[in-house]
């Protein structure tokens, strides 16, 4: 629709409201629908908002709705259509177009709309209107909450808004140039909302209990009601001036009479009382002009005060972002009989409702049910109504709601997050300048209230007063709030007014403190400390000589012998070398205890090894590599020598190792940070020290600027600053300042100087100082074109110190180490080293550190700069991927995508070595995976297999050579410790690489028969449709992923109720988590999808298992009958795997009679060995009879859904395996002693 059939629409729709004829207007009959039509209009206007310029231009408001609304209230249809209405007119601006625009045509459209909404605010100063809308506001409010429809809070809600909305709209300050005492068109407002008994309502509204749901409206209407007074304007209201008060205007008229007498007296010393008709021309001496000549001067004597090099020049443009801010503050004074109204409204509101109001508003604040931005209107009400109470007969009792540590706590957190936001949001930094200062106000409202509580006569409030100085000064945060904001200040940023209130309240917190310390012998305070530190790296440890640990044993073994080999019972408990719920492979948790019980022995703590030893050999008795079970107490010494004279590997892992290499990067993320907490003895004096710095005078220097606009008390709080760093300090040359000085010399030029008696006094006071200073000191007028700190003026005060001095003195180099040093270098220059200083370094004659040998080489000339002989890192010049590397990487992931530990592998073979996190990004952004997840290593759930570090032979057999092996490995590169996992591997022999096979087709039989037992289950709880759905989402999959040669997850939607309500099924899902899809992660995903690791014939043998069932085999014949119940195992293996099977199972049947041998005949049944490690050859049947002894086994104290879950767990599926380990739900998977105490075979079961 074009603009001008809307502007003809308007017109038809406004002409059929009706018309106004003198005072009495007549309504159509389509007046109700065409207001309607107006509202729809409005909800669809576009970014200029044309159709509300055009109700404004044609004074809708002013001429319709209004008169509807006073002479037409019994409609009750037309008047809350037109209540609406109004509430969308008047909105503010700021709400229609978000902000105000930068661009010059929105910003005339805003300007605009702002005229229209200032016509509208005069229109509504009408008392009649205001009457109306009270006396509807109270005939609802007269109605019972049971009695209260929708619609009638609805209409509360928008009247409260239609005024607020009135209120809100600026004033015109060039249409209204009125002066002080003259009634305003807010005024009229004011009086017109106070006539219709409006106050009153809000106040019943302010404190009922049963209308808590409008304290946000309340506030926000009672803050735009004051929002051009000043609490000390509506206190003198109506009173006669005090003798006080009157004294302190004479001395302000006398000040400017003062100020002009003295200016008409400099202008008649200047020039004589006759005029000359010649100017003349005169030579300035001293000032040299272009040339080297004196400046010659052709104007008048009385000018020569405001000549300058700059006359003439055009004025220097300052940018935009680095102009100050502009004050917005604008105070004038309403007329009295306005002024007195607002008196009694505040003495009321602080007597019934301000308690009530504040506290329903700071809980809505708390608990984030208000909106955006709302706690400026607390703010404010704070500010304001304390301020009035403190000058209206204080009583802290009216005020006692936010007198409490809680709200300086609130206030002190709005005054950060306020100024995070000004750095941080650049855009709207004024807007968040603004709620910095309101919080600013409110803390130094809450100081001056608790300053005026101390000086009360009652004893219980100068108790109260003096509790929360107490909590106050006590607390860190709120003793340095004020020092903060005065580093950070930026003029830019923040208004001249709030560094006012800054100093201000400085001025009074140190006054409040002071006075605190010094009626106590000592005061304790809270200290924080922050500590950062780097996460410690392991470095290889020294080496201790076989004296030492000759001289370590015979102290040792005297101990043990000494207390007959017995511990105590503390000792015995507290050693625990296994930790169940730990992602290490058991086999390194071996090595870890070994290495735990030679550092307690290097600790000379004999007992707590002797402990770990016992305790190790309870948990992995096999192999007697803690000693026999029955072993000798001699034996046991024996063998802790031994491993105290072993060198053990003590490694590092790949992760951390490789994370080292990847840069600057990761070691800030290693930083640490903590908070130490503690408590000191307060001193007032090394507290004031603190503000000793420039980053605090440059803003005292920047208020004194403006001395002659101060207050008197203002620029007390100045000089009172300045005079503790200078005179109590003894500080003075902080001050030292060309731009001080310049401003002091105004002062004592000034021709009222005398007004500034203080400030005077010390400008004499500083400067004489400095010319004491600059009779010592040849260097005092350089050092006042710069801002000093405390160092420098320790300096300049004690005596500047030499070159050199105070710093750690240098070894100098002698001609035969610079020649050596020299020869070194073109010798090894060339020789391909990595790093060549490393190479110089123990080749040196004298012993130099890197830094030393640098830099010398760089003044001798060997080399051009530093970055010369930068010390390279690993990985740092590899940043871009070829395409070669690109496919080297998908090689190597789909080479090894079905191994526990995907990343570990490719980072170990791939050519270009990068770091774990990159490697991991690129296989991300190559779409290899889907979810960094499922590259995370695999637990085990069984530890015999392959080995982590070293086999056992390496570990164990104590020869010299396996020693030394081990330990130039570790000297080589200990982020490459997991290499020796393959060579390790290597010599296994093949039996190894049998086992894992044959288990798998024994996993994937009991799988697929698990299967089939809950898809009967299923079939039983009418849930056949889901599971043939889900049977043809595997098949459709399968075929797609065979067609197109990638797999990504697919997600499962189901589209129709049945199989809806079957995914919310518990049985069901535990089906899905075995069959291998996954389960919605994080919060971002809806559906289960089935796992991109399951290959194309996983997903049919899956989809085929979950054929309909129609007999089941009997419990007892699931193990011997496979040949009937998995049908599509038989397709795929032959008789041959069926032996192999069978074969297997006869092993762990073995191994697990051999291990309730071992349990009978142990003498502690707790420690009793697992049947997981007893020897090498029976690791694959340990690996089977874990597998089977899942489900031959039962569960005594854990009957959840979970543990059914994780013994039911996909062994195909990658994923899903990893995530059932991962999961916070269920257990880890400890290895053979968790079993062991958990479980029941099915022997038992029979005999109970």
């Not at 003894?730 to 300042?737: D, N, T």
Request: hydrophobic fraction near 35%.
């Amino acid at each position: 629709m074009d603009l001008y059939m809307m502007n003809c629409e308007l017109l038809a729709t406004c002409s059929a409201l009706g018309f106004l004829e003198g005072d009495v207007y007549h309504k159509e009959p389509d007046c109700l629908e065409s207001v309607k039509d107006l509202i729809r209009y409005l909800r669809h206007e576009d970014d200029t908002r044309d159709i509300r310029q055009q109700l404004g231009a044609g004074q809708i408001l002013q001429n319709d709705l209004l008169p509807i609304i006073t002479q037409h209230t019994q409609d009750k249809p037309l008047f809350d259509a037109c209540i609406r209405l109004m509430v969308n007119l008047t909105q503010p601006a700021l709400l229609c177009f978000g902000k105000v625009p930068d661009d010059p045509a929105f910003r005339h459209h805003f300007l605009q709309v702002t005229s229209y909404l200032q016509a509208y605010k005069e229109a509504f100063a009408d008392e009649r209107i205001f009457t109306v809308l009270s006396e509807t506001l109270y005939n609802l409010l007269q109605l019972d909450w049971e009695q209260r429809a929708e619609e009638d809070n609805l209409l509360i809600e928008r009247i409260l808004l239609l005024v607020r909305n009135v209120l809100h709209v600026p004033a015109d300050p060039y249409e209204e140039k009125n002066v002080d005492d003259d009634a305003s068109i807010h005024d009229k407002l004011l009086w017109a909302v106070h006539m219709s008994g409006l106050d009153d309502l809000l106040k019943f509204l302010a404190c009922a209990q049963s209308e808590q749901q409008w304290s946000f409206h309340i506030l926000e209407i009672i803050s735009l009601m004051f929002r051009d007074q000043t609490p000390e304007l509506l206190v003198s209201a109506g009173q006669t001036r005090s003798a006080q008060e009157k004294q302190k205007d004479m001395q302000e008229l006398e000040l400017l009479r003062q100020k002009e007498l003295a200016e008409k007296r400099s202008r008649t010393l200047l020039r004589g009382t006759r005029h000359s008709r010649f100017r003349g021309s005169y030579v300035i001496q001293g000032l040299k002009s272009v040339g080297e000549k004196d400046v010659i001067f052709h104007q008048g004597l009385h000018n020569y005060k405001n000549y300058s090099h700059d006359a003439g020049k055009p004025v220097r443009r300052v940018p935009k972002r680095k102009q100050m801010a502009q004050d917005s503050e604008s105070r004038r004074r309403s007329a009295l009989n306005v002024r007195l109204f607002l008196r009694e409204f505040c003495i009321d509101f602080l007597e019934n409702c301000y308690n009530r109001l504040m506290y329903l508003v700071k809980e809505g604040l708390i608990r984030e049910r208000a909106q955006q931005h709302d706690e400026t209107y607390y703010l404010w009400a704070l500010t304001f109504f304390m301020a009035f109470n403190r000058g209206q007969n204080f009583r802290p009792d009216v005020v006692s709601e936010t007198m409490s540590i809680r709200t300086f706590h609130f206030i002190e957190k709005n005054i950060t997050n306020y100024y995070e936001m000004i750095l941080t949001d650049r855009n709207d930094a004024t807007s968040w300048s603004r709620r910095m200062h309101l919080a600013l106000k409110a803390y130094q409202e809450l100081l001056l209230t608790v300053n005026e509580m101390d000086r009360s006569k009652d004893e219980n409030i100068r108790h109260s007063s003096n509790v929360i100085k107490s909590n106050i000064f006590y607390l860190m945060e709120f003793r340095e709030i004020f020092l903060t904001l005065l580093r950070k200040f930026d003029e830019r940023m923040q208004p001249r007014s709030f560094l006012r209130d800054l100093v201000e309240s400085t001025h009074l917190f140190l006054r409040m403190l002071e006075r605190f310390c010094k009626g106590r012998n000592s005061l304790v305070v809270q200290k924080k400390r922050v500590k950062r530190r780097k996460r410690s790296k392991k470095s290889l440890q020294t080496e201790a000589t076989a004296e030492d640990l000759e001289q370590t044993w015979q102290i040792v073994s005297e101990e043990l012998r000494s207390s007959a080999f017995q511990l105590s019972e503390s000792l015995t408990e507290g050693a625990v070398p296994f930790d169940a719920a730990s992602e290490t492979p058991v086999n390194e948790q071996r090595t870890e205890a070994l290495v735990r019980i030679q550092d307690c022995i290097m600790s000379r703590s004999g007992p707590e090894a002797l402990s770990l030893l016992r305790a190790a050999r309870a948990v992995w008795p096999e192999g007697d590599t803690f000693g026999s079970v029955e072993v000798e107490p001699e034996e046991e010494l024996e063998l802790l020598k031994q491993i105290l004279f072993t060198k053990l590997p003590r490694s590092v892992p790949l992760d951390s190792a490789l994370e080292e290499e990847d840069g600057v990067e990761l070691e800030e993320e290693e930083e640490l940070e903590s908070i130490a907490v503690s408590e000191t003895e307060f001193n007032f004096l090394d507290f004031i020290k603190r503000f000793a710095s420039p980053q605090v005078v440059r803003p005292y220097v920047i208020l004194l600027r403006s001395y002659s606009q101060n207050s008197s008390h203002t620029n007390h709080c100045i000089a009172r600053m300045l005079h503790r760093l200078a005179v109590d300090l003894k500080m003075e040359a902080l001050l030292y300042q060309l731009s001080v000085f310049s401003l002091f010399n105004k002062i004592l030029g000034d021709p009222a100087a005398s007004a500034y008696q203080e400030l005077v006094t010390f400008t004499k006071y500083v400067l004489n100082r400095f010319f004491v200073f600059a009779a010592k000191n040849n260097k005092a007028f350089v050092e006042l074109l710069f801002w000093k700190n405390v160092g420098a003026v320790r300096e300049m005060t004690e005596g500047y110190n030499k070159e050199g001095e105070g710093t750690k003195k240098k070894g100098k180099w002698t001609p035969e180490e610079e020649e050596q040093l020299q020869r070194l270098y073109e010798e090894y220059r060339d020789s391909g080293v990595p790093d060549v200083v490393e190479t110089l370094l123990p080749l040196l004659s004298s012993s130099r550190t890197r830094r030393e040998v640098v830099s010398h080489m760089v003044s001798m000339g060997l080399v051009d700069s530093v970055k010369d002989l930068k010390k390279e890192r690993k990985g740092t010049r590899i940043v871009l991927w070829t395409e070669e590397q690109e496919q080297e990487l998908q090689m190597l992931f789909e080479e090894f995508r079905d191994s526990d530990d995907v990343l570990g592998n490719i980072l170990k073979r791939i050519t270009a070595k990068r770091s774990r996190a990159r490697i991991v990004d690129k296989i991300l952004s190559m779409g290899l995976v889907s979810d960094r997840r499922d590259l995370y290593k695999k637990r085990q759930r069984s530890a015999p297999g392959k080995s982590a570090g070293m086999t056992e032979e390496e570990f164990f057999d104590m020869t010299g050579e396996s020693q030394e092996k081990d330990v130039e490995e570790e000297e080589e590169d200990k982020s490459e410790q997991d290499e020796d996992e393959q060579d390790n591997e290597d010599q296994a022999g093949n039996s190894v690489k049998r086992g894992p096979k044959g288990m798998s087709r024994v996993i994937a039989s009991e799988k697929i028969h698990s299967l089939r037992n809950m898809v009967q289950t299923l079939q039983q709880q009418g849930l056949s449709g889901p599971v043939l759905w889900l049977q043809n989402c595997l098949n459709r999959t399968a075929d797609d992923r065979e067609e197109d040669g990638v797999s990504h997850p697919v997600a499962l939607v189901p589209l129709t109720e049945e199989n809806e309500d079957a995914m919310e099924n518990r049985a069901f899902q535990k089906l899905l988590r075995t069959i291998g899809i996954r389960a919605p992660s994080d919060g971002q995903e809806s559906f289960w999808r089935i796992s991109p690791s399951l290959s194309v014939d996983q997903l049919r043998k899956l989809a085929a298992s979950l054929d309909p069932v129609e007999e089941t085999a009997p419990e007892g014949n699931s193990e011997g009958n496979n040949d009937n119940s998995l049908p599509v195992e038989m397709e795929d293996d032959d008789d041959d795997d069926d032996d192999d099977n069978q074969e297997l199972r006869a092993q762990a049947l073995r191994a697990l009679l051999l291990s309730r041998q071992r349990k009978h005949t142990s003498a502690k049944s707790k420690d009793s060995p697992s049947p997981e490690g007893s020897s090498d050859t029976a690791e694959p049947s340990d690996r089977i009879e874990e597998r089977i002894s899942k489900k031959r086994s039962r569960v005594l104290d854990d009957d959840d859904d979970d543990d059914d879950e994780q013994r039911d767990a996909d062994p195909l599926s990658r994923s899903n395996f990893e995530r059932s380990l991962d999961s916070d739900r269920e257990s880890p998977a400890a290895p053979a002693k968790r079993r062991y105490k958990r479980v029941l075979s099915d022997e038992e079961d029979e005999d109970n």
